[in-house]
């Protein structure tokens, strides 16, 4: 009913940079928040940031400073830009939303993408 679907993945040096996209398409009445988490080799996944409708936005600790969340309610779709990689961020990245699918509905349902995978060598 709803796909999500990531971009923007790839290889890169230490002190580089990447953009991820997330594109929600399907059965849309709106999103609520939409998230970056990331799952690092061995590792559980982990919060990255997340960012409400109305743009108020949540970083862990480990994003402050060298990521930045923003979306494009129009398109359905988040970005997550990274600067200043470092080694430490090589992961998959996953996006979710949390997607209400009609007007007559008011619950909301959790989405999540397929991930792309990050690799940032030192």
């Known amino acids: 009913q709803v796909q999500l679907v990531e971009s923007g993945g790839g290889l890169v040096q230490a002190g580089g940079s990447l953009r991820l996209s997330c594109a929600a398409s399907?059965?849309?009445?709106?999103?609520?928040?939409m998230g970056w988490y990331r799952q690092p080799p061995g590792k559980q996944r982990e919060l990255v940031a997340t960012?409400?409708?109305?743009?108020?936005?949540n970083y862990a600790d480990s994003a402050k400073g060298r990521f930045t969340i923003s979306r494009d309610n129009a398109k359905n779709t988040v970005y997550l830009q990274m600067n200043s990689l470092k080694p430490d961020d090589t992961a998959v990245y996953y996006c979710?939303?949390?997607?209400?699918?009609?007007?007559?509905?008011?619950?909301?349902?959790?989405?999540w993408g397929q991930g792309t995978q990050v690799v940032v060598s030192s």
């Open positions: 979710n939303a949390f997607v209400r699918w009609t007007v007559l509905e008011r619950a909301e349902h959790l989405y």
């Open positions: 399907g059965s849309i009445f709106s999103i609520n928040t």
């Open positions: 960012m409400s409708s109305g743009g108020r936005s």
